[in-house]
C-alpha cells in the first residue's frame, strides 16, 4: 500500500513509558519515494487527548474528514515505522489541516 504526506494511518503506537502498544493514529509526513526506498514511514502522533498542550500543537478542524473518531490534534511526537506495521488508512487531511500542519513544520523544524 502507499502512503503520502497528510493521508492518516493507523499504526500500533510505541509508548516512551510503557513496554505496551496500542493502535493509534499518525500522520503520515514522508513522501512515497522514501517509504518505497527505505521500507519505512515517518510519522508524527495524533491524539483526542485533553491533557496538557504542547507548543506547536495542531488541532484538526476537519477530523471526521480525516477519518477520526473526535476532535483530534496532531502533536509533535515524530517516529519512523516500518511500513509493514501500518495497519492501514483511515484518511487524508482537509487542506486546511495540511496548511495548519505545515505552517506548525516551519515553526517546529526551522523548514
Same mark, same amino acid.
Given at each position: 500500500?502507499?502512503?503520502?504526506?497528510?493521508?492518516?494511518?493507523?499504526?500500533?503506537?510505541?509508548?516512551?513509558?510503557?513496554? +505496551? /502498544?496500542?493502535?493509534?493514529?499518525? =500522520?503520515?509526513?514522508?513522501?512515497?519515494?522514501?517509504? %518505497?526506498?527505505?521500507? $519505512?514511514?515517518?510519522?508524527?502522533?495524533?491524539?483526542?487527548?485533553?491533557?496538557?498542550?504542547?507548543?506547536?500543537?495542531?488541532?484538526?478542524?476537519?477530523?471526521?474528514?480525516?477519518?477520526?473518531?473526535?476532535?483530534?490534534? +496532531? /502533536?509533535?511526537?515524530?517516529?519512523? =515505522?516500518?511500513?509493514?506495521?501500518?495497519?492501514?488508512? %483511515?484518511?487524508?487531511? $482537509?487542506?486546511?489541516?495540511?496548511?495548519?500542519?505545515?505552517?506548525?513544520?516551519?515553526?517546529?523544524?526551522?523548514?
Amino acid at each position: 500500500m502507499t502512503f503520502e504526506p497528510f493521508d492518516i494511518v493507523e499504526v500500533p503506537f510505541p509508548f516512551i513509558d510503557a513496554p +505496551v /502498544r496500542k493502535v493509534r493514529p499518525a =500522520l503520515v509526513l514522508s513522501f512515497p519515494e522514501f517509504n %518505497r526506498s527505505n521500507a $519505512a514511514i515517518i510519522l508524527a502522533m495524533v491524539t483526542s487527548t485533553g491533557r496538557a498542550s504542547w507548543h506547536h500543537d495542531v488541532a484538526l478542524e476537519a477530523w471526521q474528514e480525516a477519518g477520526l473518531r473526535k476532535p483530534s490534534i +496532531v /502533536r509533535w511526537k515524530v517516529f519512523t =515505522l516500518e511500513t509493514a506495521l501500518v495497519l492501514g488508512k %483511515r484518511g487524508h487531511l $482537509a487542506q486546511q489541516d495540511q496548511k495548519a500542519v505545515r505552517h506548525a513544520l516551519r515553526n517546529v523544524f526551522g523548514l
